[in-house]
């Protein structure tokens, strides 16, 4: 899940050719509806998205779904949010 189109279909791109079968998700009620059904191995995510932000996406997957490996992908390079992301359970 990312802000950028771009991005997302990149990251999917990616992610189906390494075998694995992908879904997306346009804000974070939708990704965590997504966890919900489809039960994904692995969510990838940004921290600026609408309605939830990535931060709140990251603690509410780790809450409800902890089997789900959560990567977060971000552009911006800050020690404090990196360890933040940690924090709340980004793999």
């Given at each position: 899940m990312d802000n950028s189109?771009?991005?997302?279909?990149?990251?999917?791109?990616?992610?189906e050719t390494e075998g694995y079968?992908?879904?997306?998700?346009?804000?974070?009620?939708?990704?965590?509806?997504?966890?919900?059904?489809?039960?994904?191995?692995i969510v990838t995510l940004a921290l600026d998205l609408p309605i939830m932000d990535g931060f709140e996406i990251l603690k509410r997957i780790r809450k409800e779904f902890p089997e789900i490996n959560c990567i977060v992908i971000s552009s911006l390079e800050n020690t404090e949010i990196m360890e933040r992301?940690?924090?709340f359970g980004a793999t």
């Open positions: 189109k771009h991005t997302a279909d990149t990251i999917e791109k990616y992610f079968v992908t879904c997306s998700a346009e804000n974070g009620a939708g990704a965590l509806n997504l966890c919900m059904t489809v039960r994904p191995e992301c940690f924090r």
